[in-house]
């Protein structure tokens, strides 16, 4: 059964989000329709990540098992075709590995956060960045971002119902700089927890004001209090950017190892059942 890689982009303003719900529209559930009709068949796609309600992407990653070996164009050309009219495009497709999974062979994802720095209310960008009317200092923002950068616990910028084991992530990369009206936020970690991004730009949009100083961004993040973080930038200028994958070899040896352990668990739950 091939299995194909998928690299989409959508925008995020008619969804409740990447994963399939019954509470609304999902890019999941569009993909899947798309599948469904090209292949006659009931698929079920991964993805390397659940965005939220109106978060975009130009570079999620998700992958699908298809029973048919098709050839990547046809495939990328068929979805395109059934996810119409929705917002959603597959911009490549790739035939993978057997140890490939969109998510768990995952080793970085990258988002960047849009600001729409100007007086005038927007047209063109409404839902597509956020607006920002008072003058931001880029320069003093991307100081500031520096302090994110390593291993540390983000408990003042998650959402307090996220749901990851740990507060404590690295975050490799985040870079502050401006192109024209707009303010452009980047950062990059092997994974995020819920709100991560949001929270931290919406501080930094305090720190552009003039409102907050480096200090005050050094005291939210060891507060480890959600309390102590600034407002939340909205979904509206948040997109995935790019997700970074581990080579074939060592999926295909983290395969190897996971079918190892599972024949044990499963031949001790033999032994337990015969006993």
Not at 104 to 111: H, W
């Amino acid at each position: 059964m091939p299995r194909y890689k998928l690299t989409v982009e959508y925008d995020g303003r008619p969804f409740c989000g990447w994963q399939r719900q019954a509470n609304g529209p999902s890019v999941q559930a569009v993909i899947e329709r798309a599948l469904k009709a090209f292949t006659g068949e009931e698929i079920t796609i991964g993805g390397a990540g659940r965005t939220d309600t109106g978060v975009h992407a130009t570079g999620q990653v998700a992958h699908a098992d298809l029973l048919k070996d098709w050839a990547s164009e046809t495939v990328m050309g068929a979805l395109n075709f059934h996810c119409q009219p929705d917002p959603v495009v597959i911009l490549n497709v790739e035939k993978m590995h057997e140890g490939f999974d969109s998510r768990f062979s995952a080793i970085r994802r990258a988002y960047q956060y849009r600001i729409h720095n100007r007086l005038q209310p927007l047209t063109h960008h409404r839902g597509l960045a956020w607006h920002v009317k008072y003058n931001l200092d880029e320069k003093a923002m991307h100081e500031a971002a520096q302090e994110f950068i390593g291993h540390h616990d983000f408990t003042t910028f998650r959402h307090s119902r996220c749901q990851a084991k740990s507060p404590m992530k690295t975050l490799e990369a985040f870079n502050v700089r401006r192109e024209g009206e707009f303010v452009i936020a980047e950062c990059e970690s092997r994974s995020f927890l819920h709100n991560q991004v949001r929270s931290m730009v919406g501080s930094l949009r305090l720190v552009g004001e003039g409102k907050w100083g480096l200090g005050d961004i050094t005291r939210a993040l060891a507060a480890k209090d959600r309390r102590a973080c600034g407002p939340v930038a909205p979904a509206d200028g948040l997109y995935l950017t790019r997700v970074d994958y581990r080579s074939a070899r060592n999926d295909l040896e983290a395969l190897a190892d996971w079918k190892a352990r599972k024949a044990e668990l499963d031949e001790a739950e033999n032994e337990r059942a015969k006993g």
